[in-house]
């Protein structure tokens, strides 16, 4: 089990969009996160006629490393981490460290 999912609440640590919260998108198997409104970058595409994509600056989210975010905790208002423990019927689940509750209710 990983420890951060799909539409998590994170928290950006480190980078130029440091303190920005937003919820994560998509995860890659190479450690990356791609996070809704974090890492814009700008590039300049050429037109393609066979496709119809119109050439200009265009704007796209890119990958951030997972090593750059924190799961946002609700109830201290802060970046936490997670840890694991199992539940009444041996299954795993997720929780913060600092407080110990449930992050998946």
């Known amino acids: 089990m ?8 994170i928290i950006v640590i480190a980078g130029k969009d ?8 998509s995860i890659t198997s ?12 700008k590039k300049h595409q050429k037109p393609n006629p066979s496709t119809g994509a119109s050439g200009g600056i265009v ?5 951030i490393d997972i ?5 946002f905790n609700f109830s201290t208002k802060k970046a ?3 840890g694991f423990t199992l539940d009444e019927k041996n299954r795993k689940k997720r ?3 600092s407080t110990g509750e449930l992050v998946d209710n």
């Open 2 to 9: 990983k420890k951060l999912k799909k539409n998590d609440d």
């Open 18 to 25: 440091k303190g920005k919260r937003a919820t994560v998108t």
């Open 30 to 41: 190479t450690n990356k996160v791609l996070v809704q409104g974090v890492n814009i970058i």
């Open 59 to 63: 704007e796209i989210a890119k990958p």
């Open 67 to 71: 090593s750059n975010i924190a799961i």
């Open 80 to 82: 936490d981490r997670i």
């Open 95 to 97: 929780i913060f460290r």
